[in-house]
């Protein structure tokens, strides 16, 4: 009994840390005038390493100290990890949580084949039934998105605006928040499937992994921001308006905070319970993820979108399932082939 109440801390602190990691992402960027996204990023990345830093220093993690080959190595999946949280906050920008939190399903089936294609994986009948979920649940979410951003209540407001504006303004917004999903799936897939590469070739551990993520990434955002966004005082000022600037970098900096909790929560979840159970826990977490969207920013409250977040939540308990059989099978295959696997006692 006293060994279950262990593990729930972990799985509750991973909830929150995902959940809180999120909104506040939502909050940051959800402003009209927001559009110094690489800025925002490299804020994140650079108090990241100050928070893991500082830990290693108090001596509550430990991580392998910097090293320029290994930087070398590690720098292209660093990169990439880039192009996963600036793709994710442009789609932020534009859809709501519970539809970004359903789409991010798909990234799941990416990474499958991929594994399929590059590391011999191998997807079941369970799984792939998974993937039929997740894809439905995708195609609810779309259509309940668009549905509900085209309806205008008051008919004086529509003939106002001019109904056929109104709608191709809202459609243009909806096919870029789309296409940022779409490239925001595609490119975790690849991180995902390259850092897998290049953890076998850098023996790097999950502290390891954060380090050099973040501290790499700091001077590809800082320049890129140089390059590409507008430093402008009128600029900066829209981005942050002085009524609430102190808030919104308090919030930009929480973020990064909270982007190190998820990896030392990850971590203690799989640490204190197993890799089925916290599969478990990420497929169930998408519920009060989506919901935070409909509690926080107002998102509409429609048949559509419950039915595309609880389709969605399904489809991950499915996988995690399929998942967990998957396991079972090869820990008995590898029994049967007198391969035992070597464990180390606690």
Known sequence: MLTRFWTVPPIVC???ASILMTV???FVVSGQQFNMTFLLLCIQSTVSVLCVVSAKRMGVISFRDFDARDAKMWFPVSFMLVSVIYTGSKSLQYLSIPVYTIFKNLT????AYGEVIWFGGRVSGLTFGSFILMVLSSVIAAWADIGDALTVDDPAVAESLGMLATMRGVVTNLNIGYFWMFMNCAASATYVLSMRK??????FSDWDTMFYNNLLSIPVLAAFSIVA???GSENLSANF???TRNFLLFAIAFSGAAAVAISYTTAWCIRATSSTTYSMVGALNKLPVAASGL???GDAVTFGSVSAIGVGFFAGLVYAIAKSNQKKAEN?????TGVIPLTRKP
């Open 332 to 336: 008995a295959a590898m029994s049967q």
């Open 24 to 26: 506040v992402n939502k």
């Open 198 to 203: 290049r953890i076998k070739a850098t023996g």
């Open 229 to 231: 966004e507008n430093w």
């Open 14 to 16: 991973y909830c929150l």
């Open 295 to 297: 509690i926080f920013f």
């Open 241 to 243: 308006p002085e009524a």
């Open 108 to 111: 799941i089936i990416l990474i």
